[in-house]
């Protein structure tokens, strides 16, 4: 089966700009999990998806970052304007249900640089 | 509030060597623990999770409530064994999977 898939794997922008990145889980993975992980630092949960809802936001550091899932099928996490603090790397996961038996399938990630 | 601690950031051995690599949690609750792996240039991916008690590629890890650890032991280290680790927690009654990670050790296996 195809991996989750993240797109772009990096990019370079300038501070106050916007980034938009793109995640798509395996097929029928209805559950969809963004983290990161800056530098020197853990990986953080940032959101968790159920098909197309929200179902928790809590890790999301503030209101530059939206998430969508707009059909419940690849999702975008748009950073607008970007800060140097936003650099890092943008990992996506999914699982085929949200249980203990249904393991996280991750990405490569994104890298951001924020200069 | 819930945290991992991976007190090493670089662990170096030889090959053939027994290896631990040391992870310990802070959680009110009764926690669930994972151990995940990254090998160079793959993806993150999940080693083993202490409710399965299993072994994978030789690894263990016991969930020692009373130390809150939850170490990750191989009693000879390969080469293909180099990769980043971290372990990870979340609450039993999370309904999914929302894991809160350690800072993760690289663990480096030298022939």
């Known amino acids: 089966e195809a991996g989750v898939t993240q797109f772009p794997s990096h990019s370079v922008i300038e501070k106050g700009q916007t980034v938009t990145l793109r995640c798509d889980p395996i097929?029928?993975?209805?559950?969809l999990y963004w983290y990161r992980r800056v530098m020197g630092k853990e990986i953080k949960f940032l959101l968790h998806?159920?098909?197309?809802?929200?179902?928790?936001e809590s890790g999301m550091p503030n209101n530059r970052f939206l998430a969508e899932r707009t059909g419940g099928t690849y999702s975008t996490l748009k950073v607008q304007p970007a800060e140097l603090e936003d650099s890092g790397v943008y990992f996506c996961?999914?699982?085929?249900?949200?249980?203990?038996?249904?393991?996280?399938?991750f990405g490569n990630g994104t890298r951001l640089t924020v200069t | 509030a819930q945290r991992v601690t991976q007190p090493e950031k670089l662990l170096s051995v030889f090959k053939g060597a027994p290896v631990e690599l040391k992870c310990n949690y802070s959680?009110?609750?009764?926690?669930?623990l994972f151990w995940y792996v990254q090998y160079s240039r793959q993806r993150l991916q999940l080693l083993l999770r202490?409710?399965s008690r299993e072994s994978i590629k030789g690894f263990t890890a016991d969930l020692n409530k009373g130390e809150t650890s939850f170490h990750l032991k191989k009693p000879f280290a390969q080469e293909e064994d180099s990769a980043m680790y971290y372990c990870?927690?979340?609450?039993?009654?999370?309904?999914?999977?929302?894991?809160?990670f350690g800072t993760g050790t690289r663990l480096l296996v030298s022939p």
């Open positions: 990870a927690l979340k609450g039993r009654n999370t309904g999914f999977q929302k894991l809160v």
């Open positions: 202490h409710i």
């Open positions: 959680y009110s609750g009764s926690p669930e």
């Open positions: 996961a999914s699982s085929q249900t949200a249980g203990p038996n249904s393991p996280l399938h």
């Open positions: 097929s029928g993975h209805d559950n």
């Open positions: 998806f159920v098909k197309e809802s929200k179902q928790d």
